[in-house]
Every structure is written in C-alpha cells, then in structure tokens.
C-alpha cells in the first residue's frame, strides 16, 4: 500500500510539474491512488477558425495525461461558444453564428491532432450534446449556483462596480461549462489561469450532482508576439499552428526579447540556449516550432527564406501569382492592394503613406493611385516585409 502511495505521488508531481495550480492539495494524488484510469477534460471554445500556440500549452498538459494511461476528454464548446466566455473581458463577446462555430469545431477536432494521440484514449465531444436540454432539466441546474457566488468572480465584481452591463447568459457560462464536467463524470479539469473561477464552478456543480468533485489543474498564458497581451486571435497577437512555416517562422522572430525564455519553456519544454544572444536563440526556438509542426526541412526552408529577405533582401524563391483587371488601361493600387493582400482599401492607403508598400524592391509613394497597367505586369509587389505577390494584367 505504502509502495502505491509513492508511487501516485511520483506520478502526480510529474503531471503537474510547471502548472500554476493543483487543487485542492494533495486531490490528484488520491485519485492517481485508486489506480484507476482518470478522466481528464479540457473544454476549448471554438471562437475562432485555428488553434495557436497558446493553446498548445495546456493541450500539450493534456498529452502528459494521455501518455501516462489516463482518458483525455476534449470538449468542444459549440454551445458554450454561443455565450461567450466572460474569462478576462471587460465587455461582452461578439455573438457568433451557428454556421461559424460549427466549421470552427470541425477544424478544432482536427488540429488538436496535432498534439493529442487520436487513439481509444481521446474522446472528442461537443457540449450541445448535453446543453440542448429540456428547461426542467435547466432549471435544476441554474438551482444550484447563487448571483453572490457568481459575482464574487474577477471581471464580473469589476464590471459591476463600474455598473458596466453584464448580461444573464454571461453569468451563466460557468454554470453552463460546469454542467459539462458532469455529464463527462470529470475527474481533472485543465485550463489556463483566466479559468481557475470556470473550473472551481465545475466543482461545485458536480458536487450538487452528487459527483466527486474534480481536481483543478491551471497552467501558465503565453503572451503573444506584441509581448503584452495573452496569445489571442481577437487580439492579434497569435501564431496559428496550421500557419505556413514561413508565416511561423517570421512570427516568432518578432517577439520581444523577454519572451524568449518563457516561450521555450511553456512551447518546448526547455530553457533558452545558454550563451546565445537574443537572435540567435529566436532563430532557434522559430527552427523548433516550425520543426515540431511542419517537420525539418519545412523549417529549414523557412529558415532560408527568412534570411534571404531580411539578412541578404533578396526576393523570395517562389512567388505567388496575382491578376488583376485594369481600366482604360490602369489600375488603381490600393484596389489592386486590397484585392490582393486582403486588407481594406483605407489600409492600403495608410500603408502607402507609411512606406510600407514596395514594387520590385522600391519604396512606392502615396501618390499617384493610379498607374499604368503595363508598368505592372510581371513585377512583384509587396506589402510590409513578409507578403509577395507577383502581378499579371489580365487580358
């Protein structure tokens, strides 16, 4: 017996080395104890198209469970989505249409694959499974929860102080993520930091359901390349990991210098390089993470095209094609622009009043707007540092 207590101890401190929390005390090591597979959740809503590195890091969590015999259960929220988690915000989400959490789903189920083992020890559910429910059975779920309970969250009591609207669906998005840890019979619940409130709810529901109350494991945010911010799409700041390895690559060349160390550890699992200089270690850690998802030679290639537009300003090896009409002869660029790089018109404008807009290597100016179709025809364009596009007229 003593044997197997050590034993769930070695194992747990393992599982949860480098989390920011396990709660409560001790919790993961008795369920570890019982020598049963567990079941471990992590709920991520599909708000956007693409998973990005931020959330590799509790997803690679995750994997750890998996690796060690446990069952993983990957929720994903296309019901929850349509709330909007309050996690962090001081206002309300956009509403999403059904349409777009749906083909979000379906791309999440897929790029999770990329960490996950897609074996009998993943199970993938969505929570509409559970959250279309009879209003009998809502109700004795929205039973259990108070209004006090629910305000003493972070955000919520800020915004209510600050007597900021917060709406009844947003309060009820803990409740509703709690619910789905007891309808999968959770015994662990990962998340991010922001979470920790989300997935104290969950214990508390499952305690109203008569469950044992799952353990609570939160791992630390990665902050996205601006350096300030945490990873997000709605905040730009993100590397997707379905990105083209030269996008990657180029990304992870731009984060700040205090990231660096924090980006080995929470991505790789390691610490900076020793010795190296600031470049030196982002071209190290922009070779592992293009390595990790597009394998070797996708990031030697990236590698090389880096440095051939921004050591050497050469052009790219390979450019893509782009044709465009003209008009009586001309094109009007920053229509040809926003066609072409798929940004707004005012954005090419601005682009070209800032220098950011070249033609064969050459800076162009903000006026004139209008040139010569011919002028243009095979010559590449350019838009900031990263994006080429090679011009035809069409006939």
Known sequence: MKGRSSEAARTAAHLARNAVDCLPRGALEERIAQGRPLRVKLGLDPTAPDIHLGHTVVLTKLREFQDAGHTV????????????????????????????????????????????????????????????????????????????????????????????????LELLYPVLQGYDSVCVEADVELGGTDQTFNLLMGRSIQQAYGQEPQVVLTVPLLTGIDGVQKMSKSFGNHIGVTEPPEEMYGKT?????????????????????????????????????????????????????????????????EIEEAVVSAQNGAVHLPAVIADVFGRSRSEARRMLAQGGVKLDGETLAAEPLDLPAAALDGRVLQLGKRHFRRLRIAA
Do not use: C
Not at 127 to 143: G, K, S, V
Not at 268 to 282: I, T
């Open 73 to 168: 259960v990957l929720i994903v929220g296309d019901y929850t989505a349509r709330v909007g988690d309050p996690s962090g915000r001081s206002v309300a989400r956009p509403v999403l249409s059904g349409a777009q959490i749906d083909e979000n789903a379906e791309t999440y189920r897929r790029q999770a694959g990329k960490i996950l083992r897609t074996d009998a020890q993943l199970e993938v559910r969505r929570n509409a499974e559970w959250l279309d429910m009879e209003m009998e059975d809502f109700f004795r779920l929205a039973r259990h929860p108070t209004v006090a309970q629910l305000l003493e969250r972070d955000d919520f009591a800020k915004r209510f102080a600050a007597a900021e609207p917060i709406s009844l």
């Open 253 to 317: 060349m731009r984060i700040p210098d205090e990231q660096i160390a924090p980006w080995f550890s929470l991505l790789l699992g390691q610490e900076q390089p020793a010795g190296a200089g600031p470049r030196d270690a982002k071209r190290a850690l922009a070779r592992a993470l293009v390595t990790r998802f597009h394998g070797e030679a996708a990031a030697a290639e990236a590698e090389a095209a880096f440095d051939r537009i921004f050591i050497t300003h050469q052009l790219p090896a």
